[in-house]
C-alpha cells in the first residue's frame, strides 16, 4: 500500500464516500487525459481543436480538465471524432483495496 493509498483510506474514515468520489474523479481525469493526448500527438493546440470542431476553446479545456459535471458520452465522442479518432468504453468491476473501501 502506498501513501495515496493510506491517505485516502484515513480520509474514507473521517469522511464516508470520500474513496467512491476520488475513484470517480480518476476517471474523469484519466479519460480527459487521454483526449489532450490525442490532441497533442495532432499537434494542435486547444484552440485548433475548438476551431475544428466548432466550439470554444474553454469547452476544450473543460472536457480534457474534467471541469465539467454535464459532459455527455455524445460530447467526448464527438471531441474523439474530431481528432480523428474512436471512443471506447470497457465496463470492468472495480477492485476492492483496503480497509473495504472501493477504489
Not at 467512491?20 to 474523479?25: Q, S
Not at 486547444?46 to 473543460?62: G, P
Amino acid at each position: 500500500m502506498d501513501d495515496l493509498d493510506r491517505l485516502i483510506e484515513k480520509t474514507e474514515r473521517e469522511k464516508p464516500g470520500f474513496a467512491a468520489a476520488v475513484e470517480k474523479r480518476k476517471g474523469e481525469l484519466l479519460i480527459g487525459a487521454k483526449l489532450r493526448e490525442a490532441r497533442k500527438k495532432l499537434k494542435l493546440t486547444q484552440r485548433e481543436a475548438a476551431e475544428k470542431w466548432s466550439i470554444s476553446q474553454q469547452s476544450i479545456s473543460k472536457i480534457e480538465n474534467a471541469r465539467d459535471d454535464d459532459i455527455s458520452l455524445h460530447t467526448l465522442n464527438e471531441y474523439a471524432r474530431a481528432l480523428g479518432h474512436e471512443l471506447h468504453f470497457i465496463l470492468k468491476p472495480r477492485e476492492k483495496r483496503g480497509h473495504g473501501a472501493m477504489l
